[in-house]
Nanobody, 121 residues
Framework: QGQLVESGGGLVQAGGSLRLSCTVS????????MAWYRQAPGNERELVAR???????NYADSVKGRFTISRDNAKNTVTLQMNSLKPEDTAAYYC???????????????WGQGTQVTVSP
């Protein structure tokens, strides 16, 4: 079964930076969309940023100009560079990809287990 492994979360002061990375296991191929979502306690999960296989990007208004999403198709990784962090960015961040399963070629949505980002005032 395909797996997404996230890293890079942690505690940072407001104004600081963090870099999240997500590596997609080899059992997933033909990856189209790669994205990062986040969910704060009591809130719904929301899209933070997404990137297509061709490199087109979309960002939530709240992170535009501060966050940058990128991907390495050869390494099956997606990265979220987060700068000028604010306390309201505090949340669990989830990696998300759409790709095919090598065992049966079915198209599926895959989620990571989440990594916590905490921004102190």
């Amino acid at each position: 079964q395909g797996q997404l492994v996230e890293s890079g979360g942690g505690l940072v002061q407001a104004g600081g930076s963090l870099r999240l990375s997500c590596t997609v296991s080899g059992s997933i191929f033909s990856i189209s969309v790669m994205a990062w979502y986040r969910q704060a306690p009591g809130n719904e999960r929301e899209l933070v940023a997404r990137i297509s296989s061709g490199g087109d990007t979309n960002y939530a208004d709240s992170v535009k100009g501060r966050f940058t999403i990128s991907r390495d198709n050869a390494k099956n990784t997606v990265t979220l560079q987060m700068n000028s962090l604010k306390p309201e960015d505090t949340a669990a961040y989830y990696c998300f990809v759409v790709g095919r399963d090598r065992t049966n070629f079915s198209l599926k949505n895959y989620w990571g287990q989440g990594t916590q980002v905490t921004v102190s005032p």
